[in-house]
């Protein structure tokens, strides 16, 4: 008998929790939910952080609102394990039932939740992530990214290189999706054969035996892609093994603002190439990069860019549309027209969703508060499309 | 490819291998005396880097924040055994692993809520700053001074193992614990001592690597992994057999990671050798321990049973 009550207290409880959920629904269409997704803890969870952080200022500033329409976000932790990603997705458009999710910070991720989210036409919005797939023959037009294809970060320091009149260089970079892409992308611009390309396991933290291969090869300048705690360790390591200075540092997504803080002195004069660097001109980029530091007391990060900017495009496209998602291709429409402000300047959609957008080559140097920081030094490639696009049958 | 090279690699070898000796050395006690797994020994590797960090920001001497680190670290440790992990010695290995996994995700929230998600600097002392010039290589100070630590320490924990009468109840609890339970030593006692032993030593390679590595949440589980090869290697319970195992790991990861590559470049096209060089250079040291597991389950280095 007194497993019977419980039985039916379990099931009381059940169905007063599917009651509320009911309830919610009929009264729906007040909050929108959105699913934002991003490495949030584990060593890389400073990226994932900053791109929250990012996005939320954007919201918090627009007074948490959307188009117009109030938004509650869900957080979700992909841990960068392609896995859990996937069955983050399965909840958020399962059990939360959100059309639109945001993030993804690393492009193994990334490409293992793409297709999942994508087939079931929830908006992907891609604020880091742009591995080459995406941008090709698999880009769907559900996805749309504020970030760039991962090898345009490379082809931009590639071209650089070339400029330079570097004659041996070598390559070094993760063993993973972006690692290959940020190689790629590299010799894209960057013709002469390379002296070396060295992979090392995603998991490696120190990088003795390499440093140690490159002192003995003397190269003209080294390519390095290094996310996160990675990038501190080796620029830090190239430091102790008495490389920097000697031996130029050519990066991608190495010396950001996340990064620069713990590599200070052993980052100096180091170049990168992206899209966006916190000294861009213009108002866009003045008012976030002061909100930014105003809100959270550091120098924002591309990754804060660039999800800030994923909020702006959302924004753009549901006020266009009176913040209504359910009518997809109207949806899909107005996202495609990328009518805001970007921080990064001009900004507009190729026919693969991915940015067509000016790629800059930043050096590290002191600010006028002594802040280890990224300067514009150049912009070689300007309304940069990525190398994918024609690969892609949307039109 | 030439004998300076080589010898460098050697020593890069050398310095990653004392470096998983302190981190396998304490696990392995642990592990071979109270029979208990702890996941969380990464754990103790990483509060050692945050605390050092942080003596460092309040002292600003890289002697004082080792000093300061290390006894700190003990206490977490014996903390941690008497308030958590207690009452699970007697449990068996699966709720170990599950607890002490735990315990693995609530140190990492600790410290990112105490200093953040992103990387923590520690500065490498002004001394050992260069590089020190080995036949005309360069080769960085600090990590000489790492070996040296290193072989200091294990030179220490040899002498206290061999030479002390704690050593011996250590060493006769590594042969037969209950044994030495039964002839009336104070078993919880000798393994909070093993226990704070073990964190000791995390925890100085916890601080010696802080200024190479990112001081970082979560910087504990990879090394734990390659501790963890290391003791299975060199066999369970055995502080011999961590050494050894150690210095092998370290030199075949190192080693392979150097010059596989360039094996496989002459020996296949230059496409294979990029694609397949560093996967079965990632993968040796995995190799190394299932061949050792074949030909001697026990490890190279097995406790002695009497």
């Known amino acids: 008998m007194k497993k019977h009550h419980r039985l039916m207290g379990v099931c009381i409880g059940a169905c007063m929790a599917l009651a509320t959920l009911a309830a919610a629904h009929a009264a729906g269409q007040e909050k929108l939910k959105i699913g934002f997704m991003a490495e949030l803890s584990g060593p890389q969870a400073a990226l994932g952080q900053d791109m929250y952080d990012g996005f939320m200022l954007y919201l918090d500033r627009n007074g948490g609102k959307l188009g117009g329409r109030e938004i509650s976000v869900v957080k979700a932790d992909s841990q960068l394990k392609p896995e859990v990603g996937v069955q983050l997705v399965e909840s958020l458009t399962g059990r939360d039932d959100v059309p639109i999710i945001v993030g993804v910070t690393f492009s193994n991720v990334m490409l293992a939740v793409h297709p999942r989210v994508t087939q079931k036409k929830v908006f992907l919005i891609g604020t880091n992530a742009g591995p080459s797939q995406l941008a090709g023959k698999a880009c769907s037009p559900y996805f749309f990214s504020t970030s760039w294809q991962n090898d345009q970060q490379a082809e931009v320091v590639g071209h650089y290189a070339a400029s330079k009149g570097y004659k041996r260089v070598i390559a070094m970079v993760p063993n993973y999706q972006s690692g290959f892409d940020f190689v790629t992308g590299f010799k894209r611009y960057y013709k002469a054969p390379l002296l070396d390309e060295i992979y090392t396991p995603l998991s490696q933290q120190d990088f003795s035996a390499e440093l140690t291969r490159i002192a003995a090869s003397k190269p003209d300048a080294v390519f390095v892609f290094y996310p996160g705690g990675l990038g501190v360790n080796f620029l830090r390591q190239y430091q102790q093994a008495g490389l920097l200075g000697r031996i130029p540092v050519l990066s991608a997504s190495t010396t950001d603002a996340i990064n620069l803080p713990a590599q200070r002195e052993s980052a100096l004069g180091v170049i990168t190439g992206t899209a966006w660097g916190p000294d861009l001109d213009n108002e866009a980029n003045r008012a976030f990069v002061a909100g930014f530091e105003k809100k959270y007391g550091r120098i924002p990060s591309h990754y804060a860019a660039q999800s800030y900017d994923g909020a702006q495009l959302l924004d753009s496209a549901l006020k266009k549309v009176g913040g209504r998602v359910e009518d997809k291709s109207v949806f899909m429409a107005a996202l495609r027209q990328a009518d805001f402000p970007s921080v990064r300047g001009a900004f507009r959609f190729g026919n693969n969703n991915f940015p067509v957008q000016d790629m800059h080559v930043f050096e590290v140097m002191k600010d006028a508060r002594g802040r280890v920081t990224l300067k514009t030094i150049a912009t070689p490639l300007k309304d940069h499309r990525d190398a994918y696009h024609a690969e892609c049958p949307m039109e | ?306």
């Not at chain 2, 592990?31 to 990464?42: D, E, K, Q, S």
């Not at chain 2, 990387?119 to 990590?143: C, E, K």
């Not at chain 2, 209950?178 to 226990?195: K, P, Q, S, T």
């Not at chain 2, 992994?225 to 290697?233: D, E, F, G, S």
């Open chain 2, 1 to 306: 490819m030439n004998a300076q090279l080589i010898a460098t690699q050697v020593l890069n070898g050398l310095q990653l291998g004392i470096l998983l000796f302190l981190m396998s050395a304490g696990l392995t006690l642990v592990f071979g005396i109270m029979n208990f797994v702890n996941l969380a020994h990464g754990s103790l590797y990483m509060m050692g880097a945050y605390l050092a960090a942080a003596m460092l920001g309040a002292f600003d001497s890289f002697l004082l924040a080792l000093l300061l680190a290390v006894p700190a670290t003990i206490l977490i440790g014996l903390a941690v055994d008497r308030l958590v992990l207690a009452g699970l010695y007697s449990r068996d290995h699966l709720d170990q692993v599950l607890a002490t996994f735990g315990l693995i995700l609530v140190f990492n929230e600790i410290v990112r809520f105490a200093w953040g998600p992103a990387p923590v600097y520690i500065n490498v002392p002004q001394v050992l700053s260069g590089t020190v010039d080995l036949f005309g290589f360069p080769y960085p100070a600090y990590r000489f001074a790492i070996i040296a630590v290193g072989l200091a320490a294990g030179l220490a924990l040899y002498a206290l193992i061999n030479r002390t009468r704690v050593g011996m109840l250590i060493r006769a609890g590594a042969a037969d614990a209950e044994m030495v339970g039964a002839m009336g030593v104070n078993i919880r006692l000798l393994n909070a001592l093993i226990f704070g032993l073990g964190a000791g030593l995390a925890g100085l390679a916890g601080v010696m690597a802080g200024p190479i590595l990112s001081v970082q949440p979560g910087m504990g589980e990879p090394v734990l992994v390659l501790t963890l090869v290391v003791i299975v290697t060199g066999g369970i319970g055995s502080i011999r057999g961590a050494f050894y195992g150690a210095l092998l790991v370290g030199l075949i990861d190192t080693l392979g990671r150097a010059f596989l590559p360039a094996v496989f470049d002459a020996l296949a096209s230059k496409a294979f050798a990029q694609a397949a060089g560093p996967a079965v250079a990632s993968m040796l040291i995995y190799l190394l321990m299932a061949l050792v597991l074949a030909m001697r389950p026990h490890g190279l280095f097995p406790v002695r049973h009497a």
